[in-house]
């Protein structure tokens, strides 16, 4: 019989503003990961694949997958690496230890990843950010910091399919509010209409609330096979049926949209995935999505095949975003509320998940059986999905 993938456990440490170390974080969150599957302990696991894109300039620390290792008393026999993929790093490493499981590299892999971001000086974290856009061509030219990118990509959407400020404030509520009693989100805040529509601006059209913190954390998980799995638990096991990660560009000259809300490279990440997973968008019943800011969901629920193109805004808006909605969005506070340390945030949302999948969510969707993630990267140059299911690709 075939190997097959699955995610076994997860846990993550409290996000925020966090007056500790790197490595700290990633303790922390191993802990829950291991306190989430108590059967399981370090010594069984063989690999890790650690997703941090910042350590090497906020915490002076490079070469991290060894260091991460031995602080979490893991002594890895076949993979110890760190991967770079800044917003998708979990998500990247956890496609690669699903291909390191099913091809017999490796047996148990823990995926952690994490940033420290806030240093003692907070302006720097806005200077390190120019680095994660080509450095000669776009950073050159201001174009590093995401509020000014996405505020483009607001007013693109506004102009073309008529989208108002009002369904992103509906993005910034759903999601705010489902994270009011998430204790490791970095913001545990019920959120009005009212204040979000007369929040301070960022750069307009976005303000306040429809940008996600900047965020100190870490987050770590088990991939497995599913044989492995039964090992350790008796809980529904939860298959990773198919998976895409889709790169046209880098340099935002060359975006491949017809205008920067037409988002291409995730329509065809959207189609590789489904057609690997097997499934429709139809079949999917709760959803993580990279809610970086509140515009990113509205063409995100587009692109992934939920609405049409242009009636993103009025879904969400809609409540289809909701608890009984089409599709549950973001049900542990996404982006926007729980934060961003970057390589942490697939992992976080692949938690999630899992839990929906297994019936233990803290908001839970009923009869969940298939659920997907998806990151972007960067300026919008890279978008990487993840589809699970309580069943196998058959």
């Known amino acids: 019989m075939s190997r097959r993938a699955v995610i076994l456990a997860g846990g993550q440490c409290k996000w925020g503003v966090r007056e500790a170390h790197l490595v700290d974080l990633f303790q922390e969150a191993a802990k829950a990961c291991f306190d989430d599957i108590p059967t399981l302990k370090p010594k069984y696991v063989d690999g890790l694949i650690v997703a941090t894109s910042y350590s090497g300039r906020c915490s002076f620390q490079v070469n991290t997958a060894p260091v991460i290792a031995e602080?979490?008393?893991?002594?890895?026999?076949?993979?110890?690496?760190?991967?770079?993929?800044?917003?998708?790093?979990?998500?990247?490493?956890?496609?690669?230890?699903?291909?390191?499981?099913?091809?017999?590299?490796?047996?148990?892999?823990?995926?952690?990843?994490?940033?420290?971001?806030?240093?003692?000086?907070?302006?720097?974290?806005f200077y390190s950010e120019l680095a994660s856009v080509d450095h000669d061509w776009d950073g050159a030219q201001g174009m590093g910091l995401p509020p000014p990118f996405f505020?483009?990509?607001?007013?693109?959407?506004?102009?073309?399919?008529?989208?108002?400020?009002?369904?992103?404030?509906?993005?910034?509520?759903?999601?705010?509010?489902?994270?009011?009693?998430?204790?490791?989100?970095?913001?545990?805040?019920?959120?009005?209409?009212?204040?979000a529509l007369n929040a301070p601006e960022v750069v307009p059209p976005l303000s306040l609330y429809d940008c996600c913190p900047i965020t100190d954390g870490a987050a770590a998980c088990i991939i497995t096979t599913d044989e492995i799995a039964r090992k350790f638990t008796d809980?529904?096991?939860?298959?990773?049926?198919?998976?895409?990660?889709?790169?046209?560009?880098?340099?935002t000259a060359n975006f491949p949209g017809e205008h920067l809300a037409d988002w291409k490279h995730l329509r065809i990440a959207a189609e590789k995935a489904y057609k690997a997973a097997k499934v429709t968008p139809d079949d999917i019943k709760v959803a993580q999505t990279h809610d970086c800011f509140s515009i990113s969901e509205i063409i995100e629920v587009e692109e992934l095949g939920f609405c049409k193109k242009g009636e993103g805004g009025a879904f969400c808006s809609s409540g289809q975003i909701k608890i009984g909605g089409k599709v549950?969005?973001?049900?542990?506070?996404?982006?926007?509320?729980?934060?961003?340390?970057?390589?942490?945030?697939?992992?976080?949302?692949?938690?999630?998940?899992?839990?929906?999948?297994?019936?233990?969510?803290?908001?839970?969707?009923?009869?969940?059986?298939?659920?997907?993630?998806?990151?972007?990267?960067?300026?919008?140059?890279?978008?990487?999905?993840?589809?699970?299911?309580?069943?196998p690709v058959k």
């Not at 890895?76 to 390191?100: E, V």
């Not at 529904?236 to 889709?246: D, E, F, K, N």
């Not at 049900?331 to 509320?337: I, Q």
């Open 235 to 251: 809980r529904p096991l939860v298959y990773i049926r198919g998976t895409a990660q889709v790169c046209l560009n880098s340099v």
């Open 71 to 125: 602080r979490l008393g893991l002594k890895p026999t076949s993979i110890c690496t760190r991967c770079d993929t800044l917003c998708a790093g979990g998500s990247t490493g956890i496609i690669l230890a699903k291909g390191l499981v099913e091809a017999g590299m490796a047996d148990i892999v823990m995926v952690a990843g994490g940033e420290k971001l806030y240093t003692p000086q907070k302006w720097e974290v």
């Open 328 to 391: 549950p969005i973001n049900t542990d506070g996404g982006l926007l509320a729980c934060g961003h340390p970057f390589g942490g945030t697939g992992i976080r949302q692949a938690i999630e998940i899992m839990k929906q999948l297994q019936g233990r969510a803290r908001h839970q969707v009923k009869d969940a059986d298939i659920g997907l993630t998806h990151n972007l990267s960067g300026a919008n140059a890279e978008h990487t999905i993840i589809i699970y299911g309580r069943e």
């Open 151 to 195: 505020a483009l990509t607001a007013k693109e959407h506004m102009k073309y399919y008529g989208t108002k400020k009002e369904d992103l404030a509906a993005v910034s509520v759903t999601n705010y509010n489902y994270a009011v009693d998430n204790p490791v989100a970095q913001m545990q805040k019920a959120l009005t209409m009212e204040e």
